[in-house]
């Protein structure tokens, strides 16, 4: 779902009346869906930051294999109003690069447990103008405490979450948006560190509330005794201690959105894609279920208690299974995965939903198998996602703009032209026309005797579709044809005199 935009419900109900050869179901279910997956790590905190941002003069930085300093860093994250990025030891990967200009951010925090962060990358940062400050340690410990004293000079607290920071991740998964939410610091202890750096600054402090998470087996009594007016919040295992620390959580009835991610059992790696979501959940006063595909009882008994609006997958895998158990019990339905609906019928759709609207751009998106449109009538654009299995709205979002201020076409022809040759390296620009109706640049391009059709948005100079045609140049072409491509060359030049 696009965020910060009124959904257009009577749409829904109003779109029943049109007629035509297509058919459009009108989608019932009340739960939304949604999926941040990027091809890697990197990826998927950039999927998540565009999802949660336009823009940020803040960014946090932590190193991609360090999930504690990303876990500590989430409530921080969160009172800077900043996503979460990350980055290799040694590299920035450009799609971080690209999000850092996107957002147009002017100053980073890097959040380091040990020099995990080099100097380079350092120096790359800078090389995009932005200023950098650092909240690190020797270790997670006087990281995590390091982190808790830069949190108490933007705001003060008086709770905190005690987690394992080597054996309790999962753990503090399920803590860092709770966390977030509520000004509350992670701090990092073991089975044998108490961490008493941060005791020592805890003394300090009011504080009204430790939430101990995990069982005696992962955080002993022994090694929190001396944190003040302790609670602890554990199950039988990760999941259950999730549940546990959900129902703590989030009371209100209505939920806005559950974000599934994978629970790392058996691969505490896979708590990867989860070291960036936690401060958009946060954002949206949203919980992190963490599920190996199975969800847990009070997992489930969560679930069926709240009212959720939206249900996000968080990077792929296992977490799948259990994204779709939550959609499917809140009454939602699993998008087939097969295209069925093609380009012209989704413009088609578009127009029957906003009679008498120009279609700014259409485009397909494979990963969710969905067509995103928008089309604007009357001074509003109006965002819908059309599943491309079987053209039913999946979802459909409004927002005014002022049209003295606004250009729809934003694409000159020369661009759109340039645009095209970049899609085809090498290719030399046959035509290139623009579709008014369609808000969109058609054209063809020519490769080693090969002919490409591409469209292109006039609204945001997107590659809306490209397709290769086999036939071109080939007199032997599977099909009926009696005369040469030569010959039909001439024919359509001779219609046209001078073409």
């Known amino acids: 779902m696009i965020k910060g935009k009124k959904t257009v419900g009577f749409l829904l109900a109003a779109m029943m009346t049109f007629s035509g050869s297509i058919n459009i179901f009108a989608n019932t279910q009340t739960i939304s869906q949604e999926k941040l997956i990027g091809s890697d790590r990197y990826e998927t905190a950039v999927e998540v930051s565009k999802q949660g941002w336009t823009q940020s003069k803040t960014a946090i930085i932590v190193n991609g294999n360090d999930m504690q300093s990303a876990l500590c860093a989430t409530p921080f994250a969160k009172l800077k109003n900043s996503p979460i990025l990350l980055v290799n030891n040694n590299s920035i990967e450009e799609s971080t690069k690209n999000e850092l200009k996107r957002l147009g951010v002017e100053n980073v925090y890097i959040v380091d447990s040990g020099n995990s962060i080099s100097k380079k990358v350092e120096d790359e940062i800078k090389s995009l ?51 977030a939410m509520n000004n509350m610091p992670i701090i990092f202890v073991s089975n044998d560190n108490s961490n008493q750096e941060s005791l020592n600054f805890l003394k300090s402090k009011n504080i009204n509330k430790t939430y101990i998470v995990g069982g005696d087996l992962t955080v002993s009594e022994n090694i929190v005794k001396n944190y003040p007016n302790k609670e602890r919040i554990s199950g039988n295992d990760r999941n259950a201690t999730n549940a546990k620390a959900l129902q703590k959580f989030y009371s ?60 996000t997958q968080v990077g792929g895998g296992k977490n799948q299974k259990a994204f779709e ?17 093609n380009l012209i ?20 998106d494979r990963d969710d198998n969905e067509y995103d449109g928008k089309i604007i009538k009357d001074n509003y654009v109006y965002e819908i996602e059309i599943d491309a299995f079987n053209g039913s709205i999946l979802d459909i979002d409004k927002e005014y703009i002022d049209m003295n201020n606004s250009n729809t076409s934003n694409i000159t022809l ?55 045609d086999n ?29």
């Open 345 to 364: 019928q989704a413009k088609e759709i578009l127009r029957k939903v906003v009679p008498g609207g120009k279609v700014l751009v259409c485009y397909y």
């Open 325 to 341: 158990e939550i959609l499917v019990s809140k009454g939602g339905s699993i998008r087939n995965s097969t295209k069925k609906i």
């Open 414 to 468: 020369e661009k759109a032209k340039q645009i095209m040759l970049n899609a085809v390296p090498g290719s030399q620009l046959m035509y290139c026309q623009y579709d008014k109706e369609d808000n969109e640049y058609e054209g063809k391009v020519k490769k080693d005797n090969k002919i490409y059709e591409i469209e292109v948005s006039g609204f945001d100079g997107r590659v809306i579709d490209i397709e290769f």
């Open 129 to 179: 103008n932005i200023n950098i400050s650092k909240i690190a340690g020797n270790s997670i410990y006087e990281m995590s405490t390091n982190v808790a004293k830069e949190m108490n000079k933007i705001k003060s607290f008086d709770k905190v979450a005690v987690v394992n920071g080597e054996k309790g991740l999962a753990d503090a998964v399920s803590i860092a948006s709770p966390s």
């Open 252 to 311: 209100n009835k209505d939920i806005e959105n559950i974000f599934v991610a994978k629970d790392g059992m058996g691969n505490e790696s896979m708590l990867i894609d989860t070291l960036s979501i936690g401060v958009l959940a946060a954002k949206e006063n949203s919980p992190v279920l963490i599920s190996n595909g199975n969800l847990d009882q009070g997992q489930k008994d969560f679930v069926k208690s709240k009212n959720v609006q939206e249900v």
């Open 471 to 499: 036939d071109f140049g080939n007199d032997n072409a599977v099909g009926s044809a009696t005369i040469s491509v030569e010959k039909a060359k001439q024919i359509m030049l001779n219609k046209v005199p001078g073409a």
